[in-house]
């Protein structure tokens, strides 16, 4: 089975940007949409970019996400300590009968 | 305002039968795709499946043929059954809506731990 690969973690000060990357392959990223998720321990993800690059409503414009060709990458800028929290990619995996794959996770933590 | 609640077993012996209910408020199950999702302790995200379309399901390969996903429209639920666990299907299950394959809102959460 596929599965999208992360960095582990992920660190910067206060103020700095920090980027982490997904990899996958033709199969799921890309020919399909990525989804970002942010985690804060003991909590439910929640949905951080959808659609390669779009915001929800409500999530600031200090997210950023990107995709090309096989990967995909999500960024902080301005970080702030209440960005620290575990993130995922997401994506559609064409092969077999279809499904969806989560990335590995990283954990980012503001210095 | 939508929002999910897993509720069910948190204890599950081997070779048993995992079931859980996701209550779902504020929207229609009987629209949009409806989720069950996992993460084991320390790890990371696993998708378990979906209904949608009033009954129709599709799974993840690694655990379909243990896997089944119902829909009460009556009750405005759905369900999750995951037959003949062992120790490695313990985790924190979540169910989530699906509104454009963008998993949104998410439930609670909800621990089963598979011991004897």
């Known amino acids: 089975q596929s599965v999208l690969t992360q960095p582990p973690s992920a660190s910067a000060t206060p103020g700095q940007r920090v980027t982490i990357s997904c990899s996958g392959s033709?199969?799921?990223?890309?020919?399909?949409?990525v989804y970002w998720y942010q985690q804060f321990p003991g909590t439910a993800p929640k949905l951080l970019i959808y659609r390669n690059d779009l915001r929800p409503s409500g999530v600031p414009d200090r997210f950023s996400a990107s995709k090309s060709g096989t990967s995909a990458s999500l960024a902080i800028s301005g970080l702030r300590s209440e960005d620290e929290a575990d993130y995922y990619c997401?994506?559609?995996?064409?092969?077999?009968?279809?499904?969806?794959?989560f990335g590995t996770g990283t954990k980012v933590t503001v210095l | 305002q939508v929002q999910l609640q897993e509720s069910g077993p948190g204890l599950v012996k081997p070779s048993e039968t995992l079931s859980l209910t996701c209550s779902v408020s504020g929207d229609s199950v009987s629209v949009y795709y409806w989720n069950w999702i996992r993460q084991s302790p320390g790890k990371g995200l696993e998708w378990i499946g979906y209904?949608?379309?009033?009954?129709?399901?599709k799974y993840n390969p690694a655990l379909n043929n243990r896997v089944t996903i119902s829909v009460d429209t009556s009750k405005n639920h759905f369900s999750l059954r995951l037959a003949s666990v062992t120790a490695a299907d313990t985790a924190v299950y979540y169910c989530?809506?699906?509104?454009?394959?963008?998993?949104?809102?998410w439930g609670q959460g909800t621990l089963v731990i598979v011991s004897s």
């Open positions: 997401v994506a559609w995996d064409d092969s077999l009968s279809g499904y969806y794959v």
């Open positions: 033709r199969s799921n990223i890309a020919s399909n949409y």
């Open positions: 989530a809506r699906a509104l454009m394959s963008s998993f949104d809102p």
């Open positions: 209904v949608y379309d009033d009954g129709k399901t």
